[in-house]
């Protein structure tokens, strides 16, 4: 069973163009994240939400809006696509325990390619 | 503010030797976990050993250890005896301790496995 999936693997499109990423996780986990992961491999959060909060990376774009239907769901919408949001995207999920005592390693999908022509 | 250093941006092994790939790490809050994730060529990201910052043992994860220096602020990842499946971006991270915050992470370490 697939952890932590997205749809699609790939995505090609035009400037200006608003786009969807979605992300499923079956781990049972109440927290998921959004990296981006640039063209030199540097990973970047984006967001973390749980249904109390939505922690925004405040670099981010506005153009950028994570939309979660429940707690297995967390989906990347994007809007006026730009040249740079080209970019790997990355979705991940955790349980968010306190340390010390509890774990906390992220598990990640497989990671979208956006390529913005 | 988090921070995170890898000074390694490549490097080149021959098999079956040991790897230590370096983090150091900067972080003002008392509680944090720290991290080490490989990305093969593939590109998924693989979680490999965490390590707390109030454990008193380093983390083990079978062939990975994770040496933790607290005062040095040190956490290097040690590969005992790589293969050549170990080539890879390995990629150090650090979490603040609770909440949903996501993780800060290393510029990483592009490892090549020698046969």
């Known amino acids: 069973d697939t952890a932590v999936s997205q749809t699609p693997k790939y995505l090609v499109t035009q400037m200006g163009n608003d786009k969807s990423i979605k992300c499923e996780q079956n781990?049972?986990?109440?927290?998921m994240y959004w990296y981006k992961q640039d063209s030199k491999k540097f990973l970047k959060i984006m967001f973390s939400y749980n249904n109390k909060e939505l922690i925004i990376n405040e670099t981010v774009p506005n153009r950028f809006s994570p939309k979660s239907p429940d707690k297995a769901h967390l989906n990347l919408h994007i809007n006026s696509l730009e040249l740079g949001d080209s970019a790997v995207y990355f979705c991940?999920?955790?349980?968010?325990?306190?340390?010390?005592?509890?774990?906390?390693?992220?598990?990640f999908g497989p990671g979208t390619r956006l390529t913005v022509t | 503010a988090q921070k995170i250093t890898q000074t390694q941006p490549g490097m080149f092994v021959q098999e079956k030797e040991a790897v230590t790939l370096d983090c150091t790490y900067d972080t003002s809050d008392p509680s944090y976990g720290l991290f080490w994730y490989k990305q093969p060529s593939s590109g998924e990201m693989i979680f490999l050993i965490y390590q707390g910052s109030y454990d008193q043992q380093n983390a083990t994860e079978g062939r990975y250890s994770l040496n933790f220096q607290k005062a040095r602020k040190s956490a290097n990842l040690v590969i005992s005896a790589s293969q050549l499946g170990d080539s890879a971006m390995y990629f150090c991270a650090m979490g603040r301790g609770g909440g949903a915050d996501g993780l800060t992470f290393g510029k990483g370490t592009h490892l090549i496995i020698q046969p």
């Open positions: 781990l049972g986990h109440d927290t």
């Open positions: 991940a999920s955790s349980q968010a325990r306190r340390f010390p005592g509890g774990r906390r390693e992220q598990y």
